[in-house]
RNA sequence: GUGGGCGUAGCUCAGCUGGUAGAGCACCCGGUUGUGGUCCGGGAUGUCGCGGGUUCAAGCCCCGUCGCUCACCCCA
């Protein structure tokens, strides 16, 4: 009896050829990050299930219902890592980055898991990029972090997105406005649930999708209008040095983010081609979490970007049958031999040719010269060889360029130099 | 957790008021001796998600179940 395994619900996986993209991706945005100086932090993909229920906040659904937890052997709680903030900040404690200098720049990226109903842009297992800057409450780092994000999304092709942007403010400032909002929400008429999700953190509730409940928040007062002098004055700095670098942006003071740690700055990437899971990256500046979490009273700002979602952002964007970056695999050279002795010499001359520099695949097995040559053709490569008994004696092959059907007589010895040459011509 | 849609070849799907399985793409081979992309010919591939029921007969009807998917809650 054999049995067909499947992946676990809701997941996702990526296969040639989007992989190719998948991994592009990541690539693409880790340059701006590097150019700013930031380096890679890998971490565990589990930790203490503590750091997320202090740190991403008890109130939150992500920590209330979304958790893989489960117990080790030594009766340990562990907790596949929902998001990736809090355990940089755990590790930055934990080793003392902070006491070099300010502010720690890292980066990192890789899987993350919650529990969710998985739906288009949803995954229980998803990716993401995201970087971290502690030490520095200085505006123009938020901007720089902000600024980091869009170059990677514009380096990927992408335009049909929006950058909103709101301040959360200091405690001061929303202490001052939750008293109001919550005496707003008290006046509203609320099924039970979305109250008590209320009282734990009323902006929750600006988030709501229903129209019943989005209506009657539409008078509710907003946070920025409650923000003091010093919050609205660093607000109005990074807004100006965003102007200075040209983004643009919308600011959205109805947002909210989902983790319980952010204060001031906070921002969301929208994308307009995707369904209900919008929001291609996001972040914000997270005053407290540090000390929260054991460590020095520092401040930090950071983002996370969901890989996969901005792999469905840019196939929206995508004309139809256009390829999306890095989707073709990259062959410089498909090399067929014909015959045993011109085989154990094509195996040699391939490996030599890698070792070179070059991407170089060879066909296996035995198949007639035509479909060696349509596999070479579906390879994708730029250039072919035919090396048979003919080629053997004369030590010359013929190099044929496969978007035009070009052949040119090529010495064996001279073969790399010849390709190296061509190549840098297409 | 709640609600809608869908489950037929590797992929996208067709299958009329039930009569016992198809197309396109992809794949492999060939169109006379060692050269791809077009064209032509040939070929392999399905327990029609699974279980039960109705019927002479079910991919089509009924019940259950599992899975996928979209949306709500929530969120990258």
């Given at each position: 009896m054999s049995q067909k395994f499947a992946a676990p619900k809701g997941v996702s996986e990526y296969l040639p050829p989007k992989s190719n993209v998948f991994d592009r991706i990541i690539q693409t945005l880790k340059v701006p990050a590097l150019a700013a100086g930031y380096e890679l932090i890998e971490l565990p993909i589990f930790e203490d299930t503590e750091l997320f229920t202090r740190g991403v906040g008890a109130s939150t659904d992500v920590v209330t219902k979304e958790m893989y937890t489960f117990e080790d052997r030594g009766g340990r709680s562990l907790t596949l890592r929902p998001e990736g903030t809090?355990?940089?900040?755990?590790?930055?404690?934990?080793?003392?980055?902070?006491?070099?200098?300010?502010?720690?720049?890292?980066?990192?990226?890789?899987?993350?898991?919650?529990?969710?109903?998985?739906?288009?842009?949803?995954?229980?297992?998803?990716?993401?990029?995201?970087?971290?800057?502690i030490g520095s409450n200085d505006p123009y780092l938020d901007a720089e972090v902000i600024s980091i994000a869009y170059q990677g999304y514009r380096k990927l092709g992408l335009k049909d997105f929006e950058l909103q942007i709101t301040s959360l403010g200091d405690s001061e400032s929303r202490a001052a406005h939750r008293k109001d909002l919550d005496a707003f929400i008290a006046g509203l008429n609320l099924d039970e649930e979305t109250r008590t999700?209320?009282?734990?953190?009323?902006?929750?509730?600006?988030?709501?999708?229903?129209?019943?409940?989005?209506?009657?928040?539409?008078?509710?007062?907003?946070?920025?209008?409650y923000l003091n002098s010093e919050s609205r004055?660093?607000?109005?700095?990074?807004?100006?040095?965003?102007?200075?670098?040209?983004?643009?942006?919308?600011?959205?003071?109805?947002?909210?983010?989902?983790?319980?740690y952010y204060?001031?700055?906070?921002?969301?990437f929208v994308h307009n081609g995707l369904g209900a899971q919008s929001g291609i990256g996001g972040g914000g500046r997270y005053d407290g979490l540090m000390e929260l979490l054991g460590g020095s009273?520092?401040?930090?700002?950071g983002f996370g970007l969901g890989i996969d979602r901005i792999l469905l952002a840019l196939e929206a964007e995508a004309?139809?049958?256009?390829l999306l970056p890095g989707e073709l695999k990259y062959i410089d050279l498909y090399v067929i031999a014909l015959g045993d002795e011109a085989r154990s010499k094509c195996f040699t001359l391939v490996d030599s040719l890698r070792?070179?520099?070059?991407v170089v695949e060879q066909n296996f097995g035995d198949r007639?010269?035509?479909?060696?040559?349509?596999?070479?053709?579906?390879?994708?490569?730029?250039?072919?060889?035919?090396?048979?008994?003919?080629?053997?004696?004369?030590?010359?092959?013929?190099?044929?360029?496969?978007?035009?059907?070009?052949?040119?007589?090529?010495?064996?010895?001279?073969?790399?130099?010849?390709?190296?040459?061509?190549?840098?011509?297409l």
């Open positions: 809090a355990g940089v900040i755990r590790a930055v404690i934990e080793h003392g980055l902070d006491r070099g200098s300010l502010p720690v720049k890292l980066f990192y990226q890789g899987p993350f898991f919650r529990a969710e109903r998985p739906q288009a842009g949803r995954y229980r297992q998803f990716y993401q990029f995201g970087i971290e800057a999700r209320a009282l734990k953190n009323p902006l929750r509730l600006f988030d709501d999708k229903r129209e019943e409940i989005s209506s009657s928040m539409s008078k509710a007062p907003l946070l920025l209008d004055e660093n607000f109005e700095a990074v807004k100006s040095a965003l102007d200075s670098l040209e983004i643009s942006y919308v600011v959205n003071p109805r947002m909210v983010r989902g983790l319980d204060t001031g700055t906070t921002f969301e009273k520092l401040s930090g700002i004309q139809s049958g256009q070792k070179e520099g070059f007639s010269l035509k479909g060696a040559m349509k596999a070479a053709d579906k390879s994708g490569a730029r250039f072919a060889i035919v090396l048979g008994d003919s080629e053997l004696q004369s030590g010359s092959v013929e190099l044929k360029q496969m978007s035009n059907g070009e052949q040119t007589s090529v010495r064996l010895t001279s073969l790399a130099k010849t390709l190296a040459e061509k190549s840098s011509g």
